[in-house]
């Protein structure tokens, strides 16, 4: 073989050498990039649900005090409707006794 041939070979060694070693680092730039990238996307999609968790609890929380004034509201008006009742029972009651006692 020629000395020219020679170089030629170690030259397109030396070439592909560099050219694989190029691939390799750009094939670890893009598995760190896609890493980066598949952290990010993680992050942000926890960063959402934690979002809606408290949009979700901020709901129910109201949800909740309404109901809970409902009832509130209704207790005391059954509460106040049996009370009403029971001070026309007691005054009937009442006189019930005293009839009973003068009758007696």
């Avoid at 980066?36 to 929380?61: F, H």
């Avoid at 009832?71 to 009742?85: F, G, H, I, Q």
Wanted: no cysteine; charged share 35%.
């Amino acid at each position: 073989m020629s000395f020219e041939a020679i170089n030629s070979v170690v030259q397109a060694e030396n070439e592909a050498k560099a050219a694989v070693a190029a691939a390799e680092a750009k094939a670890r730039q893009m598995a760190s990039d896609a890493q980066a990238a598949g952290r990010a996307a993680v992050e942000a999609a926890g960063d959402k649900a934690d979002s809606a968790l408290a949009e979700l609890r901020r709901k129910a929380d109201e949800e909740a005090m309404s109901k809970a004034a409902e009832l509130s509201r209704d207790v005391e008006n059954k509460k106040a409707a049996l009370r009403a009742r029971a001070e026309a029972r007691l005054d009937r009651a009442a006189s019930l006794v005293v009839e009973r006692i003068v009758k007696n």
